[in-house]
């Protein structure tokens, strides 16, 4: 009993930034991993950032450099903060929880689109 609900996404010049968050609520532990992820048009989801086990933050060699992912003042609450954003970054970008054991819960997704 999961619910992540993401938000910020729009539309941005290139170069441009943009900061998405997610709020989880429901029956949250402290071993579920969270993490980001998109889909752009004909391609498959991807893993763009992530936080590890150990707490340690991870990124695609797509976004290394230009993102941070980062966690707000509630436990609960990731941020993306997205900059240099380039045309290639359009997508739905989805926040994503997994639990130990297994089990994965999606946020609805929200929209990011860089273009002139």
């Known amino acids: 009993q999961v619910q992540l609900v993401e938000s910020g996404g729009g539309l941005v010049q290139p170069g441009g930034s943009l900061r998405l968050s997610c709020a989880a609520s429901?029956?949250?532990?402290?071993?579920?991993?969270m993490g980001w992820y998109r889909q752009a048009p004909g391609k498959q989801r991807e893993l763009v950032a992530w936080?590890?086990?150990?707490?340690?933050?991870r990124y695609a060699d797509s976004v290394q450099g230009r993102f941070t992912i980062s966690r707000e003042n509630a436990k609960n609450t990731i941020r993306l903060q997205m900059n240099s954003l380039k045309p290639e970054d359009t997508a739905v970008y989805y926040c994503?929880?997994?639990?130990?054991?297994?089990?994965?819960?999606w946020g609805q997704g929200t929209q990011v689109t860089v273009s002139s």
């Open positions: 429901g029956s949250l532990f402290n071993s579920d991993v």
């Open positions: 936080f590890t086990s150990t707490g340690t933050t």
């Open positions: 994503h929880l997994r639990r130990t054991w297994g089990n994965d819960y």
